[in-house]
């Protein structure tokens, strides 16, 4: 009974997560859509850097113990799972918004991350799964897709209206899949605190040389007091929060199972977007939600018997 309930809250943590990141695209960053999308992921990082500054400078010794597998895999999650992925999803959101095109199709071309996790998790991480786990993960990402995309014909008429959106959606879907697979490698060498802060500082340095090649600098001076409100606010909900709660479970679960469960995103932006716009719902979407709420516990009861 014990571990059934350690499993739950580590499995439950990374929905938590993947509930606040949904909160954050579809409430927050919408209001910085004006500004390039890399002013905002340099500024965000900046802010998380500070506040995770302490680990680095306690625990900078522990640097010895990163190997050259260690160095790959954290430059690899620093420039594609957090650069290369807030900036093209961030941009994705913008461009949804400045062409008046539907968010929803942002969010779930994203996840089509699980696909490209999946597949370098058995080839990189050499994950042991079994016909039963790949049935139930199919499921999951059709269900995610029908949940909001009710008349399956819509994602084709749509497709030529983003393509620009789209693009960025997809390169953020292989920049943060792939980059679950390389963390999950990380964290289990070296101590999550310290591989977390040293993610944010070389992310924040990267984003600084983006902004120096682009000379975007003049528009973090055009921020207003709300803006910097916002961004406070994505620190410590979408941003470091979600973030301990995601990669501190993720040495303790299966990237492969993680990468499904992180489709409680598209799961709770369509209820967001029916709390907060008054969307209405389809009896299909809360047909295919039940669906993917199934797979979550079977995934998870599936995880647990490849662990054993």
Not at 174 to 186: D, E, N, Q, R, V
Not at 237 to 243: E, I, L, N
Request: hydrophobic content about 60%; aromatic content about 22%; proline content about 2%.
């Amino acid at each position: 009974m014990k571990n059934k309930i350690i499993s739950a809250v580590w499995a439950i943590s990374i929905i938590v997560a993947a509930m606040f990141w949904s909160l954050d695209w579809i409430l927050i960053r919408p209001n910085f859509y004006e500004f390039p999308a890399v002013n905002i992921v340099f500024l965000e990082h900046l802010l998380w850097t500070i506040i995770l500054s302490p680990f680095l400078f306690l625990w900078f010794k522990k640097l010895k113990n990163l190997n050259k597998k260690d160095l790959f895999a954290l430059l690899w999650v620093c420039f594609f799972g957090w650069l290369v992925w807030t900036v093209a999803i961030t941009e994705a959101f913008f461009s949804a918004f400045r062409w008046d095109n539907s968010l929803s199709i942002i969010v779930i071309l994203q996840k089509l991350q699980p696909i490209f996790a999946l597949f370098l998790a058995s080839i990189l991480l050499k994950e042991k799964l079994n016909i039963r786990f790949y049935l139930l993960a199919i499921v999951s990402i059709i269900s995610a897709y029908l949940i909001v995309f009710p008349d399956i014909t819509v994602i084709f008429s749509w497709i030529d209206k983003i393509n620009i959106s789209a693009l960025y959606a997809l390169i953020a879907a292989f920049s943060f899949g792939s980059s679950t697979i390389f963390w999950k490698t990380l964290v289990s060498d070296l101590w999550f605190k310290l591989s977390t802060s040293l993610r944010f500082t070389i992310t924040t340095i990267l984003a600084f040389f983006a902004l120096l090649l682009f000379w975007d600098f003049f528009y973090i001076w055009q921020l207003q007091v709300i803006h910097w409100e916002l961004l406070w606010i994505i620190v410590f909900t979408s941003g470091a929060f979600a973030m301990f709660l995601y990669y501190f479970w993720l040495k303790r679960v299966k990237a492969s199972t993680a990468t499904i469960l992180e489709l409680a995103w598209p799961l709770s932006s369509i209820y967001f977007d029916y709390i907060f716009n008054h969307k209405v719902l389809s009896s299909s979407q809360f047909f295919f939600s039940i669906v993917l709420i199934v797979c979550f516990f079977l995934i998870i009861k599936e995880w647990r018997k490849l662990e054993k």
